[in-house]
């Protein structure tokens, strides 16, 4: 579960994005309309950083378009193409977004909580840490074998070894058994209900211990050979990532990664 270099060019992007505070807005469909007759050639119609507010614009052909960091408040999109465009950041507010199409696009760090999914296509999308929390219907969602991040990453059944980061740079080597609950988002990360340690050891790991403390909540250690559960219960929905659970990595190298930010 390595991340492929477009998740490494995301996550940088991000960290160096500054907002402008000078925003574009378009609340009249002809705009965008004038927009799309103007493209040439092959290159992507840019309306990057756009808001778009109270707009019609379901069933339009909006396809290869560079719309990153847009928000759109409010719109009808029930049946928009947005195909192969570059949709990174975007956020849909109070929107219709049914049969929405978004095939092939890079909707990473997209937002689509609290909106109706019901018949949106994200055949070949890659969703990477796009929030989903409160978001219906998501079982009428359309994906294929090349959407990515949709599924969870984890095994759905039977026991599997995940990893812990602690205080002090601690890494914890733990086993999910078979019985516990366990789920993932968009991202590289997951909560689980149950867990047995097995290890804890330094990044290098050259040095051991027999605890660690949690960085969360400095009540709560991991101690080898202990079975344990998380003291503030499990929460099921999949898509409220920074929730009730015991959180993992999948990969050793993922946790050590994050430590050592």
Known sequence: MNFSQSEKDFIEEASKYTATGDRRRIT??????????????TDPVDLHEVTFKDIDLSGWDMSNMNLRRATFDNCNLNGTDFSESMMDHVAFYDCDIKNMKLNKCMVRGASFRGNDMEGVDLSGANIYAAVLEDATNQDKVIIDDDTRWYKMRCPEEGPFIAWKCCTELRVVQMLVPADAK???????????????????????????????????????????????????GFQEDRWKDSSAGIHFFLERQQCVDYQSK
């Open 28 to 41: 009249d469909a002809s705009e965008v309309k004038e927009a799309l007759d103007s493209r040439t050639g």
């Open 182 to 232: 366990r789920c993932m988002a968009t991202m590289e990360t997951g909560r689980v209900s149950k867990v047995k340690v097995l290890s804890i050891k330094s990044i290098d790991e050259t040095k051991s211990w027999d605890w660690a403390q949690s960085t969360v909540d400095p009540d709560f250690y991991y101690e080898v050979g202990k079975w344990l559960e998380p003291a503030n």
